[in-house]
């Protein structure tokens, strides 16, 4: 007779006996006489662990019960963890298994769900230092728009990596903590971690994964860890093992921002005691803390403003989750249309759209956007010819409500006949929807529950068909069953709709959930009303429902509505008096925030556009000195967030003050090229830039700051915040006076500072010191190629410290050296680098006072030099004998593309010099004689050289005499010439 014990557990046997316990297993059954020395070698020659321990059981399970029992005996006084999971979590752990798989979808919709090839964006997970103050204050919707739908994380970590040790000194994370935007994908990973656990491919150490909603825990106000372990999971009899950690756990919280009570951490109850009856909030801070399920690993999902309740200190791994990229993008359209023509032509408008892109990298907006999309497509065949797509979030949902009342995207409107009547039948189940959406939205509640259903008149037994399922939802559990709409902006839409038809006849104020309070008459006093609280909410909770309110004003949503919400035209009495107020609340002062950028939203959703079109004209012209009055500063800050012009490059030379920088700043976060030249700013300014540069999320790539008063401090603090700085790579300084101090700081933070790769140091006072820090620098700094010190008065001992560091380094490829007095001397000291250096391709020396001997030591490193391209002489005093040893070099150098000797006292016969030799060079593209005192006896060399050479396509003879005769004769070369292009 089989063993019985063997063959229940024989699965779990085989995943769980390790190599060495299995030697210990089969000498116990040599010594009990339970296996032969030919099985042991049979089981010896087997390739593979699992192959082994199969066979071994099999051989028990012949041998009957009593060899079952005396193993099962011997695992329990041999590894005790072992048979815990044997005999008592695997029948809690398969039934845990089977629950899981009913509650969050069978495996085959879950597996259906993880192939998308959108989502494989959710097993990447970026690793983050902390929130953000946009994170941790703004609506989600002002996150995606502020931050343009980037991420600025380098650092990743896989989700079968999420519960793990980032390397081998770090210890697992306790708590971990998952933020992303509403709809971003957050639940959708819980359900992801999950199947993978189900299907054993990750985390097969954990016994138990404990998932729970907080929306569910919202119907406790007093419980024990114990009783809501039963109550969730009540397949689950043996709690001790959980609650104790003798059972490897891990705890999932889903939804922090849908918990209805706030975690107070400095006032919360410590209780250690899983058994005692706490508040549910006190459980959650406990549990956090680490008093309660203190062996267990925690996982929190949330939205990043509810995440800012948690201390930082408690955290031990913060991640974020990643929106859509373009191909995302594509890819969820065309998983989403079955006509690829459709899913084209959907991302062609979108991609058209700077506004729709953004919002589409979350996958939510971008289903809702998507769909709305289509619906016009297929019903507006002169939208498509004129290319009249709907542009605004209030027409974008408009179309995605009247698709809902359709029934589908995809019938055609062939009459309103089907819309009126679906409105019809369900108006009163609209209307109370919308009610219930607009005093959630001001209560913050965003998930509802039977009472609130009933309280605002909405039966239940009405909640079906596809009206309901597309903008609510509803989920039962053991605890409860809750209802929410399916997006937060769906009930922001939702609700200004009841606030905008309930506001036309209301007498009371409608914030209050009352019947009484102060009369407010009048759309347009509710309107003011509306807008003042926007103004005064903090976390601009209400930004989006009052940018719904304005919308509902523009003629093409009254076009769309009217018959079923708005009656036709009727806007027009309200939309002028709107206007001017919204143009008011920004006529204030110089103080912009989110809220007076959200002004500017609400502006659009009306279609009055002018303001932000002015703006948008200066900024591309340059012309905005003397015209930021606040409702342009206001207009500036919105475009710098919406605009993909102003993204690119933002030009605010010469119109800032201090108190406009400062108000503008988180705004320039995403620019990518700044510039701030001329504006008077001074060391103050600094101090501000520097914290901008320092973010977290900077995204600025080029920064111009020339043309100011920048001193030593101000490059200080421009220095600290390189060291934190990723993304810059361009930094201007010119025509400041950050002297030598200032260049010292810069050279420091440019030690550690990975990331710039040109620096501008243009007529700064740095001098001699200065070029010592730089050109300490040089020597280890392994990023920046382009250095300008031009005018300066480095002299020839600065040079030839920069000269020390050209032989070390070879990153640098351009150096700007013109008018620093570094006369012969620092000119020989550049040419011995320039003998060893080979990364060096353009050499400026203008204005040096180089005579003869320099350019002679020059010469002699062209003549060795594989690496310059453009060297740059001009006005310096080389005269006859340097350019004959410059002609020298011309007929050995196989390199130099431009050379550059204007004004250098050249004369007919160093002139002529290099006349012949480039008829030997091949390889020089563009020369400058300008002001050199050549003849007619000179241009005729240079035209018999040109019908020759093959090289020269540029040739600058300006500033000189060299007559009619010298004409003639280079127009006759040019008949040969068939090279040159520019004379």
Not at 50 to 61: F, G, M, N, Q, R
Not at 529 to 541: M, P, R, T, V, W
Request: glycine share 6%; charged share 20%; hydrophobic share 40%.
């Amino acid at each position: 007779m089989e063993g019985i014990w063997i063959n229940r557990y024989r699965k779990q046997l085989v995943k769980s006996i390790s190599g060495p316990f299995l030697e210990t297993i089969i000498r116990y059954m040599k010594r009990q006489d339970l296996i032969s020395a030919e099985e042991v070698n049979q089981i010896q020659e087997l390739s593979t662990l699992s192959d082994k321990v199969k066979t071994v059981i099999d051989v028990l399970a012949g041998k009957g019960n009593t060899a079952s029992e005396s193993l099962q005996t011997f695992i329990e006084t041999t590894n005790s963890q072992l048979y815990l999971s044997i005999t008592i979590y695997e029948p809690m752990v398969q039934k845990h298994i089977e629950v899981l798989q009913s509650k969050f979808g069978s495996g085959n919709d879950i597996s259906a769900m993880c192939e998308k090839p959108f989502l494989e964006r959710l097993t990447n997970l970026l690793l983050i230092d902390g929130l953000t103050d946009i994170q941790q204050k703004e609506h989600d919707v002002m996150q995606t728009e502020a931050t343009r739908g980037l991420k600025n994380s380098l650092r990743h970590t896989p989700l079968e990596r999420l519960f793990l040790p980032l390397s081998k000194v770090n210890i697992p994370p306790r708590i971990s903590v998952t933020v992303g935007v509403a709809g971003i994908g957050k639940s959708t990973l819980v359900k992801l971690l999950l199947y993978k656990w189900l299907k054993g491919e990750l985390y097969r150490d954990v016994t138990f994964i404990l998932p729970f909603m907080f929306r569910e825990l919202n119907s406790f106000e007093r419980i024990s860890a114990e009783k809501l372990l039963k109550l969730t999971f009540p397949h689950i009899t043996e709690t001790n093992h959980i609650l104790n950690g003798t059972a490897k756990v891990v705890l999932i919280f889903d939804g922090l921002d849908e918990f209805k009570y706030p975690l107070e951490f400095s006032n919360s109850q410590i209780c250690t005691d899983p058994k005692k009856d706490i508040q549910i909030d006190n459980l959650i801070t406990n549990i956090i803390r680490g008093t309660i399920f203190s062996q267990a690993t925690v996982w929190i999902t949330s939205r990043p403003t509810a995440a800012s309740q948690i201390p930082a200190g408690l955290v031990d791994r913060m991640t974020e989750l990643r929106g859509f990229g373009e191909l995302e993008i594509k890819d969820f359209l065309e998983t989403l249309f079955e006509e690829r023509t459709m899913a084209m032509q959907v991302f062609l408008c979108i991609k058209a759209h700077k506004s729709l892109y953004i919002m589409c990298s979350v996958p939510s907006f971008c289903l809702m956007i998507g769909l709305s999309l289509a619906y016009y497509l297929r019903i507006s065949n002169d939208g498509v010819k004129t290319g009249n797509f709907p542009r605004t979030m209030t027409e974008i949902y408009t179309y995605f409500f009247k698709m809902i009342l359709n029934g589908d995207w995809q019938e055609k409107e062939q009459d309103a006949l089907k819309i009126e009547q679906t409105f019809s039948n369900n108006k009163k189940l609209i209307i109370n929807l919308s009610k219930l959406a607009f005093y959630g939205l001001i209560k913050r509640k965003f998930v509802f529950y039977e009472q609130d259903m009933k309280a605002y008149g909405i039966d239940l037994t009405s909640l079906q068909g596809s009206l309901c399922t597309g903008i609510f939802s509803k989920d039962d559990s053991n605890i409860c069953t809750v209802y929410y709409f399916t997006h937060i902006t769906i009930q922001e839409y939702l609700a200004a709709i009841y606030y905008y038809t309930a506001a036309k006849r209301a007498i009371f104020d409608l914030f209050t959930d009352s019947a009484m309070s102060w009369p407010k008459i009048g759309f347009h006093n509710h309107f003011k009303n509306a807008i003042s609280k926007s103004l005064q909410s903090e976390d601009g909770h209400l930004d989006v429902f009052v940018r719904f309110l304005s919308g509902l004003l523009s003629p093409e949503v009254n076009g769309l509505l009217q018959g079923l919400l708005l009656t036709k035209d009727e806007q027009n009495s309200y939309r002028a008096s709107v206007m001017h107020h919204l143009q008011c609340c920004l006529n204030t002062d110089y103080i912009i925030s989110s809220r007076t950028v959200n002004i500017m939203h609400c502006l659009h959703e009306l279609q009055h556009t002018e303001i932000a079109k002015g703006v948008a004209d200066a900024l591309r012209t340059g012309s905005l000195a003397g015209r930021l009055t606040p409702i342009n500063c206001s207009a500036l800050a919105y475009l710098l967030q919406v605009s993909e012009e102003c993204m690119e490059e933002t030009n605010l030379s010469n119109c800032l003050s201090y108190n406009i920088f400062k108000s503008l700043l988180p705004r320039l976060l995403y620019c990518h090229n700044l510039r701030l030249e001329n504006n008077q700013f001074n060391d103050n300014v600094m101090d501000l830039l520097g914290s901008l540069l320092s973010a977290k999320d900077c995204q600025i790539k080029k920064i111009s700051l020339a043309e100011n008063l920048i001193g030593n401090k101000g490059a200080k603090a421009i220095a600290q915040s390189l060291m934190v700085n990723r993304t810059l790579a361009a930094l201007d300084l010119r025509s400041n006076s950050i002297g030598p101090k200032g260049a010292k700081a810069l050279a420091n933070a440019l030690k550690i500072n990975q990331g710039l790769v040109s620096l501008n140091l243009q007529n700064n006072f740095v001098a001699e010191d200065g070029a010592k820090f730089t050109a300490e620098t040089l020597h280890v700094n392994r990023k920046l190629t382009v250095l300008n010190l031009q005018k300066n008065s480095i002299g020839h001992e600065g040079a030839k410290r920069i000269a020390s560091a050209l032989k070390h380094n070879g990153i640098l490829k351009e150096l700007i050296l013109s008018s620093n007095c570094v006369g012969d001397i620092g000119a020989t000291a550049i040419a011995e680098a320039l003998k060893v250096n080979r990364s060096l391709t353009t050499l400026n020396l203008q204005s040096n006072s180089i005579s003869n001997n320099g350019a002679t030591a020059l010469t002699a490193a062209l003549k060795l030099n594989e690496g310059l391209i453009n060297l740059n002489l001009r006005e310096n005093s080389i005269g006859l004998n340097g350019a004959m040893e410059i002609a020298n070099a011309l007929r050995v150098n196989k390199v130099l593309r431009s050379l550059d000797l204007t004004a250098n006292l050249l004369h007919d016969e160093g002139t002529a010099a290099i006349a012949s030799a480039i008829r030997e060079n091949q390889t020089l593209t563009s020369l400058h004689l300008q002001w050199n005192f050549i003849s007619s006896d000179a241009a005729k060399a240079l035209a018999q050289a040109l019908q020759s050479n093959h090289s020269i396509t540029s040739l600058d003879l300006q500033e000189n005499s060299i007559g009619d005769e010298g004409i003639i004769a280079l127009s006759a070369a040019l008949k040969n010439n068939s090279v040159l292009t520019s004379l």
